[in-house]
């Protein structure tokens, strides 16, 4: 069994962007520059939106944060972004989710323009991903992918499930696991037989919101484990989705959590505002 080590593949990433952004400012003058929209107080928002800004300044861009209070009305947050699609100094808009309750997080990723949208959530980018011809990668699953290709996983002709189906993570990494030639399971909350259906895959991505949830006897004997989940376990602390002691002996690959998946997903924000920048300054 060998654990895929997030970190260290997260850092051959930012390190390969921190070069590329060195060369657009030698060569043209031109720092990438990232704005992060933060609404109201929640500590894992803090959390993601302090790594996000943290990596900015490793791999060499400008970072603006917009820290609004809970309070802040749906035309303010709309006018914000209108003037961030504005600024050319700005080359990608990252809007922390979950927003308070009474705002349309829907309505105001369709604000974003498609070209700064580096979360790749705007429905412009989330159809270019399913028609395979994109510009922005989905940042969780593209690290995902990321992963595999660093370990020299491969996914063609694999039988991969994965487990859930949100926007974010479930159906976009779907569609880069089937983009790779692998045959594509998605399982939900309405599955039937879902240990089954796990038991026989390939490659096992969790991506549930349920600490523990993946059990062994849902593993195949030698399958690559994937565990997106960032969960709390019954003392608090950070755990996935996998019961990673108990299904890790099964695997030929697993991720940890912390340090498995979730340093990719900021890795590949960075690869994305960098390739905003470009394309923004029609490079
Ligand atoms: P989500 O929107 O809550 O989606 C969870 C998915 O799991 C849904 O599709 C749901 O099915 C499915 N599900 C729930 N209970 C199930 C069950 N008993 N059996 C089978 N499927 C079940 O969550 P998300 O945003 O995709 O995030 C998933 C996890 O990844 C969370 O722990 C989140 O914190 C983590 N995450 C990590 C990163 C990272 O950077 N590492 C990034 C994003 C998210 P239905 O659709 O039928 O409800």
């Known amino acids: 069994m060998q654990i ?26 031109i720092t990438p520059g990232l704005a992060v929209v933060i609404v109201g107080d929640d500590p894992a928002s803090r959390v993601y939106v302090n790594n996000k800004k943290k990596a900015c300044e490793l791999v060499g861009f400008k970072s603006e944060e917009f820290s609004l209070p809970a309070e802040t009305t749906q035309e303010e947050l709309l006018n914000l972004v209108k003037t961030l699609n504005e600024k050319k100094d700005i080359n990608g808009i990252l809007v922390q989710l979950p927003l308070p309750e009474h705002l349309d997080d829907k309505a105001v990723i369709e604000a974003i323009n498609p070209l700064k949208d580096v979360d790749a959530f705007h429905a412009v980018n989330v159809g270019k991903i399913m028609l395979g011809e994109y510009d922005f990668m989905p940042c969780t699953p593209a690290g995902v992918m990321e992963m595999l290709h660093s370990y020299n996983i491969p996914v063609n002709g694999k039988n991969c499930v994965v487990i859930g189906r949100s926007n ?6 779907a569609m880069l696991l089937l983009h790779e030639n692998g045959t594509v399971t998605i399982c939900h909350s309405c599955t039937q037989n879902l240990a089954e259906i796990c038991s026989k895959a390939d490659i096992l991505v969790a991506a549930v919101g349920k600490p523990k949830f993946v059990t062994a006897d849902m593993v195949k004997e030698g399958a690559v484990v994937i565990d997106v989940g960032m969960d709390r376990d019954e003392n608090g602390k950070l755990c996935g989705d996998v019961d990673f002691e108990n299904v890790k002996d099964k695997c030929s690959y697993i991720t940890p959590v912390p340090g498995g998946v979730g340093p990719m997903t900021v890795a590949t ?8 920048a470009k394309i923004q300054n029609n490079l």
């Open 269 to 276: 924000l960075m690869k994305n505002t960098l390739k905003a």
């Open 4 to 29: 895929i080590d997030g970190k260290k593949v997260s850092a051959l990433v930012k390190e390969e962007v921190k070069k590329q952004t060195l060369e657009l400012k030698e060569q043209y003058g």
């Open 168 to 173: 974010i993570v479930g159906k976009p990494m």
